[in-house]
């Protein structure tokens, strides 16, 4: 019994000290890129050792491909934090659009990293395996289009991959542009007003792109 406490006490300590590099080097990464940022310095301002991060993560690559998992692993769980099926179709299809947002606005330090991942050309999340949140996402959405359907509230035979893209890109493109925008519209980009106001703009783009009778069905 002491040593199966024992034991499961250091997967404890391992698995905090793991979130506490990605969580710094997350910082790291989107400050600096995976080129500028040091694993000397992520190591410096956590409680642990550059030896550890080798250990966790076998290189800085390594690292830096955890961060991209844990980002998009961390867009899926807010996502997921609403139970939708207990939600009317057009309700629930407002309230995922609403939360996709939200993640995005409220974590601009991955929107920064996916994008210096994409100006790279997808090199380094080309070598994670696999992507178990793809049909998470996918099957959220497939769920409340199909209800939709059922029930003649979101017009029939929506693509779930395409509304979800959709979805994806206009609230990555507000978060990723933010600070031009605010520069060329004279405006507080960031401001809680603004926010609001782009986000409901999206949701209700989204939802009459969807919503039953909204365009004649072919």
Do not use: W
């Not at 989107?30 to 301002?45: C, D, H, N, P």
């Not at 659009?97 to 790279?120: K, L, S, Y």
């Not at 609230?171 to 507080?188: R, S």
């Amino acid at each position: 019994m002491a040593e199966l406490a024992i034991q499961e006490r250091r997967k404890r300590n391992s698995s905090a000290t793991r979130a506490e590099l990605i969580s710094v080097a997350t910082e790291e990464f989107a400050e600096k890129g995976l080129a500028g940022a040091r694993v000397e310095e992520i190591a410096s301002r956590t409680a642990t050792s550059k030896h550890m991060i080798y250990y966790h993560f076998g290189s800085k690559d390594g690292l830096y491909r955890a961060v991209l998992e844990q980002a998009y692993e961390e867009f899926r769980v807010a996502e997921g934090s609403i139970d939708y099926d207990d939600l009317p179709a057009l309700d629930a299809l407002s309230a995922l659009v609403g939360a996709t947002f939200d993640v995005h606005a409220c974590n601009p330090q991955i929107v920064r990293i996916i994008m210096a991942e994409n100006i790279n050309f997808g090199q380094q999340i080309r070598s994670i395996d696999s992507f178990e949140q793809r049909e998470l996402a996918l099957d959220t959405m497939r769920r409340i289009l199909d209800r939709g359907a059922a029930d003649r509230t979101l017009r029939s035979g929506l693509d779930p991959l395409q509304i979800h893209l959709s979805v994806s890109a206009l609230c990555f493109h507000y978060i990723a542009n933010a600070h031009t925008f605010g520069h060329v519209f004279e405006l507080d980009a960031h401001s809680p007003d603004q926010m609001k106001a782009r986000r409901d703009e999206i949701i209700a783009t989204v939802t009459s792109r969807c919503a039953a009778g909204s365009q004649k069905e072919k």
